[in-house]
């Protein structure tokens, strides 16, 4: 069906009063943006109609009416005046009312209205008929003070930059939401035609999380839509856990990937639970049986809580086997997360096939054994008997390399977790949190590329012997006590492990 106007913009007039005299009111900037931003997506100019006459003591006409059945998609722009408003609900419900006949609300999984909230205002208030849209927040909340403050296109830099990337978010979907409902037929529109062989496009979980990854997670779900990939959750996460547990769950048996973050935060706790909507995703996530089905979970480098609840959850995410099952932990920062989401949703020919070929692994052409001895930069000189010894077995060992570039020197680490065949962790001068860290590492490597289990992996424990270093026990990898002069025989166990 053809529509005399694609986008109607739905508003209180007094959101477009501008606070100095002269200058353009926040709807008009809005409007003029995203016009400028669809004419770029779509390949032609949109038609946004939004009525700049009307005064709040105006009647509601038939003719309206009209004109809504007439529109392909509404943007409700939420402030506190416009959910007191007759006028602007009204607008809402019939819009709800017409597009029955033009069509139907829905488009596929998508709905023809897009909730923009320029004000923050809580949930429970929205209309009821924008309870389950998801919402554009053209707001931040500033941790210190907890006060929302609005977003806008003179903002400083950093809200600034915001404003622009949730207003790329908002036109995207509208020309999605435009190409589904026919009225981008024959235009080059932008949207990355990235599907699978089957010609569906591919699907990715991204879980809801806590309020202080919110601008990460926008990042990530941005660049997941940039490369033509469905994205869910696409609507709110109902607030009562059963239902939040039905609909994930739901969710996730359309999707291939789960991508989880987790911050410092603990997040809302719906009713009848005990645990966060973060906890309750990864939960459901975790009892996802399907074959192919993965997860990724990212956490920032150094993530600190004061809650005790988040603490006890990140120690989960480090020491559960359960939880660490089938899931890629990373903690670098978020381009890690982006390459690792690309590796594990865009095989490239050297990347493994179902026939169980190496993932991402790196092809060097010859038959060397290559063991990855880590240890700390203080260590470096203590290291070269263990390292003759193993050279004169017939092993290429490979040390870290401390000098350069920071980035440089993590992608050369991350770069040796891929293509060695075992890893020693010389534990000398680094402390207990070096060594869980360097383990931790080591657990993501599949994140990095890495796809074939390792050989073998041992703790070599040496000097300075600390209470620590006695009591060291663990499954995750051989402990070979070595703490006064070298002793090759010690090392035979790991060499066995190495030849098997």
Known sequence: MEFDSDVFVSYAHIDDQALVEGQKGWISNLHRALEIRLAQLMGKQPKIWRDAKLQGNDVFSDKLIDRLSRVGLLVSVLSPRYVNSDWCTRELRE???????????????????????????????????????????????????????????????????????????????????????????????????????????????????????????????????????????????????????????????RCRLSVHLVGRNYGIVPEGSTESLVVLQNEVAIACNATDFTRLIWMPPDLTTEDERQQRFIESLHNDPRIQEGADIVESPLEDLKTAIHKKLEPTEDEPTDDGDTLGEVDLGDELIRIYLICDQRDLDHTLLLEDYLYDQGYEVIVPVFDGDEAQVRKDHEENLVICDAVIFYYGAGNELWLRRKLREMQKSAAFGRSKPLRAKAIYVALPETAQKRRIRTREALVIPQQHDFESSALEPFLEQMRS
């Open 95 to 253: 819009f709800y009312r017409v597009s029955e006949g033009t069509g139907g609300l829905r488009l596929g999984d998508k709905i023809r209205v897009f909730k923009v909230v320029k004000t923050q205002i809580p949930v429970e208030q929205h209309p009821g008929e924008l309870h389950d849209v998801l919402g554009y927040d053209f707001f931040v909340v500033d941790p210190e003070t907890g006060r929302a403050r609005e977003l806008s296109q003179s903002s400083g830099p950093e809200d600034s930059r915001q404003y622009w990337a949730r207003l790329d978010d908002l036109a995207h979907d509208i020309t999605e939401a435009l190409t589904l409902l026919g009225q981008s037929n024959g235009t080059q529109a932008t949207i990355a035609a990235n599907v699978t062989s089957g010609g569906e496009q591919a699907t990715v979980y991204l879980a809801e999380t806590s309020f202080d990854l919110k601008n990460e997670r926008d990042a990530i779900k941005r660049e997941l839509q940039g490369h033509g990939y469905k994205v869910l959750p696409d609507r709110p996460l109902p607030l009562i856990a059963t239902e939040a547990g039905d609909l994930v769950k739901d969710d996730l048996e």
